[in-house]
């Protein structure tokens, strides 16, 4: 059942007529059309403001409603495609019986650790140290303690991001290409997910043609570094969640440019060791693996 599911094959007895049987056909298609929707729909009220098309006042934290798309995408199309059981199998890569311990400490202590060399590198570069409520502080958030940012990030671009991009679209990519193609794919799709925040993000809107290269850069070895980290840890988004809340959180915090820089600078040069160590076919552990194909954790 598990492997009929990760193929967006519909559960044996379950009739798909009509809309549901081409979203069968194509889940993936589906999840990220539905994504777009649901996010795009959430945003524009925030693009709208930002672009002064009327005079209500939507608040930048707004864009955080919006990171919630991929997950009510991942559970609609799951839902509508597999029933029951595809709901299982997605919502299941979150019991913490998938977790591998070392790679959840690897998933919190990494982001903490990349923090650390930024807060080192930036004292080196301007000559201060950034305070620690700097840090705290997203700047589309208002100031809170940062156990709380931490818990926002999380909660939205952790499980709102990772439950639809990693835990539905990944393992149905990888299931018909190469970890690494399933990848470039899945790039491609989450990179243009992000295109409103390039008309009500004030860090997006002000991005100069060096600042999108190094942007889009940053996302595609993202998303290689994510594949790896996934797959790695078992198939648990327990993981890929946490990983993500944490680097979004240091990488926006008010602390200093450079910090954001040695963050996304040292995602890069994971995600280039993970590609060697791992090798492209898999992406997964600290070794190429060969034989019986397991390109992704099996869902269920």
């Known amino acids: 059942m598990a492997r009929e599911i990760a193929r967006g094959k519909a559960a044996p007895g379950i009739k798909v007529p009509g809309f549901r049987a081409v979203v069968r056909r194509h889940p993936v298609a589906g999840y990220a059309f539905a994504a777009y929707a649901i996010s795009w729909t959430l945003w524009l009220p925030r693009v709208a403001t930002a672009q002064g098309w009327w005079r209500y006042d939507v608040p930048a934290w707004w864009h955080y409603a919006g990171a919630l798309g991929p997950l009510t995408a991942a559970l609609l199309v799951a839902a509508l495609t597999e029933g029951r059981a595809g709901l299982r199998a997605l919502v299941g890569q979150y019991s913490p019986r998938r977790v591998r311990l070392p790679w959840l400490a690897f998933a919190v202590l990494g982001p903490i650790a990349l923090a650390g060399f930024g807060l080192v590198a930036a004292r080196l570069v301007d000559g201060a140290w950034p305070s620690f409520a700097a840090l ?67 860090s997006f809107m002000q991005m100069g043609p060096l600042q999108l290269v190094g942007w889009a850069l940053g996302l595609w070895m993202g998303a290689i570094f994510l594949t790896w980290l996934y797959n790695s840890g078992g198939g648990s988004l327990i993981v890929v969640a946490l990983w993500h809340g944490l680097f979004n959180q240091f990488s926006v915090s008010q602390a200093s440019s450079v910090v954001a820089m040695v963050i996304t600078m040292g995602v890069i040069v994971v995600a280039i060791v993970a590609l060697r160590v791992a090798g492209t076919e898999e992406l997964r552990g600290l070794s190429p693996h060969s034989g019986a194909r397991q390109r992704y954790p099996e869902l269920g």
Request: glycine share 10%; charged share 15%; net charge negative.
């Open 136 to 202: 705290s502080h997203a700047g589309d958030l208002p100031a809170l303690a940062l156990p709380l940012t931490l818990l926002i990030q999380v909660f939205s671009f952790g499980l709102g991001e990772e439950t639809g991009w990693r835990g539905f679209a990944l393992p149905r990519l990888q299931h018909d290409h190469s970890a690494i193609r399933a990848t470039h794919l899945l790039a491609l799709g989450w990179g243009l997910w992000h295109l409103p925040a390039f008309f009500e993000d004030p």
